[in-house]
């Protein structure tokens, strides 16, 4: 057998390998396949079912986390057919590839290729979210970005040069994409783009760069910035925080959670073999780098200096953002975060490796040592799924796939169990967390009441199901026995009437002045020249289903003048912001002696929130106002 048919064997085995890799990490980790789907895999799985623009061009109304995955997954959907969950299968791993087709490219060899492909597409345990979560796209993007700006030739080539116009704008947009995907690519691009620059300086002895590269950058720069700053304009929700810092104090308390944490998985508090192995194989490993570069037994290559640079900048500065981020710190530093420190010092090592200076025999136990770390890092996931955390590797899809049986039902759960419960079955499924949870979508709280049958899954913020209970201002009666489905303790609840008698202090008095204490309870009692065209009633800021309505308000009082308008009866939602119906009220209906109803019908066509019913004074009579009766026709 020729040199060249062993190399193309070799190729062969290689690709084939990789491949292998790809498709038995999509069968562990991929969002259909994954026995741990947490919340954020179940909002971009339903974000991609319930897609509309512009209003989720971030993260159901968010002004952070770009919406790529789902908006990617709208052409597996429509063009294919697949579910929602599928595309957003499809879509994460299809940007994995391109991430690591990216990072592949920055390593010479075929072992480093293949080893880099069980760092990335089997990341340790405590990283497992690079398959999932917003950093592993975006640095996957970036990564992809690498690849095109190695294909780029200026040398002997005109500005009008199609094939480089061609891979400035596939590189801007990838870049944009990033920025899009997560505000911290930012920083990783801007490290990128300078070591570049600095790489051409020393190489060509020039400041000045391509008109093409400057025209893309400038373009790039100006309009990304004002479509970020667009997108942010749809959010309705602002993240508190998000941009914040933290002072050296709030930094040494980050720096203490991450080390505490270490030590109790070093130390085996988790009861996690592989993890604790790999916790401690990993250190030595660099251990051991770091004193090969200090005896300068590692020579990187002239071409590969400026990715070792890039890699090495881009571990310690984005580091430094996560310790000096308040948002980090308020989310306990999460493990999530330190998904781009994994990436690219894993990358870094492997190109360390290759570029070791040493016998043979030296290099191959390297090698073999990194191979260990790296199958041991691998193993981790697997194992704790199977063994510690979930301790099973059934996919959360085929849980939700019990609830199925139900039918089409609405379910109100805590935060973590809402979205990824019904992201498999959106169809069929219609979740949300419960009031006091936060709850990302409310759009989605009118659906689960519409359903045909409704159930409160207990697990996670309840001990027991009541005999009654109110969630989003509806009241709730238990319907039948509890139920065990999925693993998840459930029970039905069926909608009482929401008809009621709203008195102070449910309602809300505009001044404490206008409160009066009778036998029958708390009134607003409001004289002639008090409060002149102004609420003096508000509340009770109720939640209401579509179907027909009318409120009675009881009311007495007298005017000097007959037959003149004292006051306004106004049904509002939203404060103010949805008018529903309203009535005048005149002198000469009002008696000094008794209470008398004034109402005011209306119909509702869709689920309401913050129902106000209010009494606007225009003066001219005493009133007193006993209750507000809301009746379900």
């Known amino acids: 057998m020729t040199l060249q048919e062993n190399d193309k064997r070799s190729q062969l085995l290689f690709v084939t390998a990789v491949c292998a890799i790809i498709v038995v990490s999509y069968s562990f980790y991929a969002s259909s396949n994954y026995p741990l789907l947490n919340s954020d895999d179940g909002m971009a799985i339903l974000m991609a079912h319930y897609f509309e623009l512009p209003r989720d061009v971030y993260c159901w109304g968010q002004d952070r986390l770009g919406s790529l995955i789902p908006l990617m997954s709208q052409g597996f959907m429509k063009g294919f057919g697949a579910s929602a969950m599928t595309a957003v299968s499809l ?161 040494l308390e980050g720096l203490s959670i991450m080390f505490r944490s270490t030590f109790d998985v070093m130390l085996y508090s988790e009861q996690d073999f592989f993890t604790t192995l790999y916790t401690w194989l990993a250190p030595v490993f660099i251990i051991v780098i770091a004193t090969l570069i200090i005896r300068k037994k590692i020579n990187v290559s002239n071409d590969q200096r400026k990715w070792v640079t890039f890699l090495l900048l881009d571990f310690c500065l984005v580091m430094g953002v996560i310790l000096l981020s308040r948002w980090v710190l308020i989310n306990e530093m999460g493990r999530r975060y330190f998904v781009a420190s994994y990436i690219t010092m894993s ?176 009134v607003t009692h409001v004289k002639p020249t008090e409060a002149v065209d102004q609420f003096v009633l508000s509340g009770p800021n109720c939640t209401l289903v579509p179907g027909n309505y009318k409120v009675r308000y009881k009311i007495k009082g007298k005017a000097s003048v007959s037959d003149t308008l004292v006051g306004q009866l106004i049904v509002s939602a939203e404060y103010g912001q949805i008018a529903i119906g309203q009535r005048n009220v005149k002198a000469n209906e009002l008696s000094p002696n008794e209470f008398r109803f004034f109402e005011v019908r209306f119909h509702l066509k869709e689920f309401t929130f913050n129902v106000e019913f209010l009494f606007k004074n225009t003066g001219n009579a005493e009133l007193v106002i006993e209750a507000a009766e809301l009746v379900e026709e």
């Open 347 to 522: 990358l870094l090592i492997v190109i360390l490796v290759e570029n070791a200076v040493l016998t043979q025999r030296n290099k191959q136990l390297l090698k073999a040592g990194l191979l260990v770390v790296v199958l041991v890092g691998a193993i981790s996931p697997i194992f704790n799924m199977r063994f510690v955390e979930g301790k099973t590797l059934r996919s959360m899809k085929s849980v939700s796939k019990e609830f199925t049986q139900l039918g089409d039902i609405g379910l109100i759960t805590a935060y973590w169990n809402a979205y990824r419960i019904s992201c498999a079955y959106p169809e069929t499924i219609v979740a949300t967390p419960d009031d006091l949870s936060d709850v990302k979508n409310r759009e989605l709280v009118p659906l689960v009441f519409a359903q045909p049958k409704l159930y409160v899954v207990r697990d996670g913020w309840m001990t027991s199901f009541p005999d009654t209970m109110i969630q989003f201002k509806i009241p709730l009666k238990r319907v039948g026995k509890e139920q065990i489905v999925g693993g998840h303790h459930i029970q039905q609840y069926k909608r009482l009437s929401l008809s009621k008698v709203y008195r102070l202090p449910e309602m809300h008095a505009s001044n404490e002045a206008f409160v009066e204490t009778t036998e029958t309870g708390q």
């Open 91 to 251: 879509s994460n791993y299809f940007i994995l590839i391109l991430g690591y087709i990216g990072f592949s490219g920055l390593i010479k060899t075929r072992y480093g290729k293949l080893v880099f492909a069980l760092i990335w597409f089997f990341p340790f345990q405590r990283f497992i979210d690079l398959t999932r979560y917003t950093i592993g796209v975006e640095y996957s993007l970036i990564a992809f970005a690498i690849f095109l700006i190695l294909k780029l030739n200026f040398e002997n080539k005109s500005f009008f040069y199609w094939k480089n116009h061609l891979l400035l704008l596939a590189i801007n947009t990838v870049f944009g994409a990033a920025l899009w995907a997560s505000d911290l690519s930012i920083v990783t691009i801007s490290i990128l783009l300078t070591v570049l620059y600095i790489h051409h300086f020393i190489r060509k002895r020039t400041f000045v760069i391509r008109k093409e590269v400057i025209l893309y950058t400038v373009g790039g720069i100006v309009g990304w910035t004002y479509f970020i700053l667009l997108a942010k304009s749809y959010a309705v929700a602002k993240t508190e925080d998000f941009a914040s810092l933290n002072g050296i104090y709030e930094m």
